[in-house]
């Protein structure tokens, strides 16, 4: 069901009907999953905000949403939504990414109290945007406060890419776990799949294709080059 439902094969359900599912898959550590099953659900669900939030912040750790890309949707997910935490959360990320330490400390504020967003995530957060700061001394005190080992895997990696690339030496850095825990699977075989819906079905937003285009396979490579 899981391999059907990553490469957009026969009938696409609702959110809600495999809501389960993307729950089992979040706590196997599976988000490349996740990420290809919500991409196939938005064609039929555009405006869905955990599709959205899913594809444009499992997107941006993957690497294959760019940070400018996931900032710009989900700023206007948060807008859309009334500050939502868990899109404020995902929008801190990626102002990190996009190297921008303030907006992310404004969008982790602006969620406020709430279990939506773990204290660990909130120490990374902060932690990680002290470190952009150049503020040596809050950024290793909140890191190392901080449990890698209760954020899921991709998380773990994005925040220690951003880490390794600051100006802060010696910082408590998230382990680096197997890749088997949170590779995307199998992004040719999805992007073919992904192109051949587009010519069998239409989409009821047609405009969602545009929303939430299947990435270029050559591009990607690129990205992952870069890293």
């Not at 959110?15 to 099953?37: C, E, F, K, N, S």
């Not at 868990?86 to 969620?111: D, T, Y």
């Amino acid at each position: 069901m899981v391999k059907a439902l990553c490469h957009g094969r026969g009938p696409i359900p609702l959110h809600d009907d495999v809501q389960p599912l993307l729950a089992r898959l979040a706590r196997l550590g599976r988000t490349g999953d996740i990420l290809a099953i919500s991409r196939s659900l938005l064609r039929n669900e555009p405006n869905h905000p955990v599709l959205r939030t899913n594809y444009f912040y499992l997107g941006c750790l993957h690497g294959v949403v760019t940070p400018g890309e996931a900032c710009a949707g989900l700023t206007q997910l948060a807008d859309e939504w009334s500050g939502r935490p868990e899109i404020l959360g995902a929008l801190a990320f990626a102002r990190l990414k996009a190297g921008q330490p303030a907006e992310a400390e404004e969008a982790l504020a602006k969620a406020g109290p709430t279990p939506r967003l773990s204290d660990d995530y909130r120490r990374a957060v902060a932690g990680t945007a002290a470190a952009l700061r150049g503020d040596e001394v809050v950024a290793r005190d909140t890191l190392g406060k901080t449990n890698w080992r209760s954020l899921l895997a991709i998380e773990g990696e994005g925040f220690r890419a951003i880490l390794a690339a600051s100006k802060v030496a010696s910082l408590p850095l998230p382990e680096i776990k197997t890749k088997g825990e949170y590779e995307v699977p199998t992004l040719e075989e999805w992007q073919a799949a992904q192109d051949q819906r587009h010519r069998s079905f239409e989409p009821k937003d047609p405009g969602s294709s545009a929303k939430y285009p299947v990435p270029d396979l050559e591009e990607w490579r690129k990205r992952q080059q870069r890293k």
